[in-house]
Nanobody, 116 residues
Framework: EVQLVESGGGLVQAGGSLRLSCAAS????????KAWFRQAPGKEREWVSC????????LYADSVQGRFTASSDSAKKTVYLQMNSLKPEDTAVYYC?????????WGQGTQVTVSS
């Protein structure tokens, strides 16, 4: 069974940092892209970052470029999202995602709240 479990969210002041983790299981970790999405209240879910299979490329949305850093640890089957210089507009539920055989798998999400 494919499982993605996020952790690391919380409340932080503007300018602060958080590191999110996503522990994956049930599939060959390195063979698939892993992505981070977020959804703010009243808004659609938006893509934040992606680590392509086998760590070939790491991509970022313009809104987080230069502030967020995605990484992965194959031995731990975990992906991370280091978020620095956080802004109130980064407040959202953050989700880990992977697409296997044409189907999207999602974690339960972790809340990030940035106070001004």
């Amino acid at each position: 069974e494919v499982q993605l479990v996020e952790s690391g969210g919380g409340l932080v002041q503007a300018g602060g940092s958080l590191r999110l983790s996503c522990a994956a299981s049930g599939f060959t970790f390195d063979d698939y892209d892993k992505a981070w999405f977020r959804q703010a209240p009243g808004k659609e879910r938006e893509w934040v970052s992606c680590i392509t299979r086998r760590g070939g490329s790491i991509l970022y949305a313009d809104s987080v470029q230069g502030r967020f850093t995605a990484s992965s640890d194959s031995a731990k089957k975990t992906v991370y999202l280091q978020m620095n210089s956080l802004k109130p507009e980064d407040t959202a539920v953050y989700y880990c995602n992977s697409k296997l055989f044409g189907r999207d798998y999602w974690g339960q999400g972790t809340q990030v709240t940035v106070s001004s």
